[in-house]
């Protein structure tokens, strides 16, 4: 697509190490005001992203604000190479449905398919043969996760060599996951059935975690779904490759905004007054990557939907991984941070980082906890002076009073309900509101 609602759009193309696939077609038209730079998060298309955009800037369109009718507005759709993974976190049971010993060994059975079936799913992610020849080799330990040390010694550690530990921080538990023993690791993050009680289906209090906590169903020949339990360690190993999944797309989004999208917009600044950075998700990431890497002093907004990764990123006193972007003001207008505790998806790290932290209770997630999400709690243990708490306003309404140096937690329960529900005329009067 050309266009946006008569808005100019082009796409901008990253590899998963941020360089670009198509850096000469990134043009921006003559005479533009205000540069868009959006980015979407874990997605298993570019169809997928570019209908987000679509929907998200037709209700731009239709709800700016008066004030704005002199600007000149261009879009930039980021596409990079995302993967969606399980929105779960098993639980470790048995289930042998009345059927005794064959029941048993049949729920057995059933759970080592579903992690093989994950683990066949994690060449899509690592396609290296050293790195496939890695995953069938922890295709072959899985029988013996259950009774043997060792094999859950070795699991961990292959799991681990398939990743890159220089994305490793506190902010998710990822530097003690790099570090522990693979026994203790895997046994951690088999979480117990009881764990898992009524509560976390609740929509309020402990159970509102960034992530769905739940359970697998592995019934013989079938798909993980949530509702029911894997046996034994083959939830740990689920968890682990849940984690990991995670760990890939937090440091691929991180290298894509600092390697791709940050030396876009320092090329392209010239041409522009303003830049406004948008990101969906693991696009959280992207962008604030992008604002903490750029050198241009032309980016008048960062909005954050539903953002994945830690409620403490930006915190001074918790040496948040972004917290550069606030003390070098690298953000000259407001920071938009959409939160709802409607989200169930919005980070695979954080229940499992507690566990992975040492931590035995399974409902975590508030914005009390160590490890919560940005979608879930928006911005915490900030200055005060650098937090502003207040509800994302219907389209139209007044009262929004965006400011430069702060970051506005939007409470948006009424309006998002789910993860990906970031598109609608609330979410787009909002950035609008804060275009300056």
Same mark, same amino acid.
Request: aromatic share 8%; glycine share 8%.
């Given at each position: 697509?050309?266009?946006?609602?008569?808005?100019?759009?082009?796409?901008?193309?990253?590899?998963?190490? =941020? !360089?670009?696939?198509? @850096?000469? /077609?990134?043009?921006? %038209? +003559?005479?533009?005001?205000?540069?868009?730079?959006?980015?979407?998060?874990?997605?298993?298309?570019?169809?997928?992203?570019?209908?987000?955009?679509?929907?998200?800037?037709?209700?731009?369109?239709?709800?700016?604000?008066?004030?704005?009718?002199?600007?000149?507005?261009?879009?930039?759709?980021?596409?990079?190479?995302?993967?969606?993974?399980?929105?779960?976190?098993?639980?470790?049971?048995?289930?042998?449905? =009345? !059927?005794?010993?064959? @029941?048993? /060994?049949?729920?057995? %059975? +059933?759970?080592?398919?579903?992690?093989?079936?994950?683990?066949?799913?994690?060449?899509?992610?690592?396609?290296?043969?050293?790195?496939?020849?890695?995953?069938?080799?922890?295709?072959?330990?899985?029988?013996?996760?259950?009774?043997?040390?060792?094999?859950?010694?070795?699991?961990?550690?292959?799991?681990?060599?398939?990743?890159?530990?220089?994305?490793a921080g506190r902010e998710d538990a990822s530097d003690t996951f790099f570090k522990s023993d693979g026994n203790e690791l895997m046994t951690a993050l088999k979480i117990a059935e009881d764990d898992l009680g009524e509560d976390v289906a609740e929509a309020n209090g402990s159970a509102s975690l960034p992530f769905s906590i739940g359970s697998v169903n592995a019934p013989i020949g079938g798909a993980a779904s949530l509702g029911s339990t894997l046996s034994g360690f083959a939830a740990s190993a689920l968890n682990l490759l849940n984690y990991t999944t995670y760990y890939t797309m937090k440091a691929r989004a991180g290298l894509v905004g600092k390697n791709g999208v940050a030396p876009l917009i320092d090329r392209l600044a010239p041409q522009v007054e303003r830049i406004h950075l948008i990101g969906h998700s693991f696009g959280g990431r992207v962008v604030a990557a992008t604002a903490a890497s750029s050198t241009t002093d032309k980016v008048r907004s960062l909005t954050l939907l539903q953002a994945a990764f830690s409620h403490n990123g930006f915190s001074q006193s918790m040496k948040g991984f972004f917290r550069s972007v606030f003390d070098q003001q690298r953000v000259k207008g407001p920071i938009l941070i959409t939160h709802t505790k409607n989200d169930r998806a919005v980070g695979v790290a954080y229940p499992l980082a507690s566990r992975i932290n040492g931590d035995t209770a399974a409902a975590f997630g508030d914005e009390n906890d160590k490890f919560g999400g940005m979608g879930r709690n928006g911005a915490q243990q900030m200055l005060a002076s650098e937090r502003v708490v207040g509800p994302l306003l219907a389209a139209g309404a007044a009262g929004y009073q965006f400011k430069a140096g702060a970051c506005f937690n939007l409470l948006a329960d009424p309006f998002i309900k789910s993860h990906g529900d970031v598109r609608g005329r609330e979410v787009a009067y909002a950035i609008a509101c804060a275009i300056g």
């Open positions: 697509m050309a266009d946006i609602a008569g808005i100019p759009y082009v796409e901008a193309r990253f590899d998963e190490k =941020g !360089q670009s696939q198509n @850096g000469g /077609e990134v043009t921006v %038209a +003559a005479g533009t005001t205000d540069l868009f730079v959006i980015s979407h998060g874990w997605n298993n298309s570019a169809d997928e992203a570019r209908e987000l955009y679509r929907e998200l800037f037709t209700n731009f369109a239709a709800v700016h604000p008066p004030g704005t009718g002199n600007r000149t507005f261009a879009v930039i759709g980021v596409i990079w190479p995302s993967k969606k993974f399980d929105e779960l976190v098993a639980a470790s049971g048995t289930r042998g449905d =009345g !059927q005794g010993a064959a @029941g048993l /060994e049949a729920h057995t %059975a +059933a759970s080592h398919a579903v992690v093989d079936q994950k683990l066949s799913a994690l060449k899509e992610l690592f396609s290296t043969p050293e790195q496939q020849n890695t995953i069938d080799e922890l295709r072959a330990l899985v029988p013996d996760l259950d009774d043997k040390a060792s094999a859950r010694r070795a699991f961990a550690d292959k799991m681990r060599s398939l990743l890159d530990p220089s994305a």
